[in-house]
Nanobody, 127 residues
């Protein structure tokens, strides 16, 4: 059974940093898309950053370019999201997700494209 478990959320002041982690288990596909998404209260879930596991092609939302970095450690089956220069607008529940049979590379940032989801981790940014 596929499982994704996020960790690393918390509360920081504006300008601070956090690193989110997502441990993946239960499947052995060789090439697939992984993504970080976020959802703030009253807003739709949006794609923040994606990575193609073979080759590491990344794709970012304009709002986080230059501040967030998605990466993977295949030896640990772990996906990361390094978030720097955090803003109050970044506050949300962050989810990692996997798309097993991607149709496009760079990977889509559309939530409906993804097959498996973690439970989410809360990020709070105070001004």
């Amino acid at each position: 059974q596929v499982q994704l478990v996020e960790s690393g959320g918390g509360s920081v002041q504006a300008g601070g940093s956090l690193r989110l982690s997502c441990v993946v288990s239960g499947y052995t596909y060789s090439s697939y898309c992984m993504g970080w998404f976020r959802q703030a209260p009253g807003k739709e879930r949006e794609g923040v950053a994606t990575i193609y596991t073979t080759g590491g092609t990344t794709h970012y939302a304009d709002s986080v370019k230059g501040r967030f970095t998605i990466s993977q450690d295949n030896s640990k089956n772990t996906l990361y999201l390094q978030m720097n220069s955090l803003k109050p607008a970044d506050a949300a529940v962050y989810y990692c997700a996997a798309e097993i049979y991607p149709t496009v590379v760079p990977c889509s940032r559309i939530p409906g494209s993804y097959d498996y989801w973690g439970q989410g981790t809360q990020v709070t940014v105070s001004s």
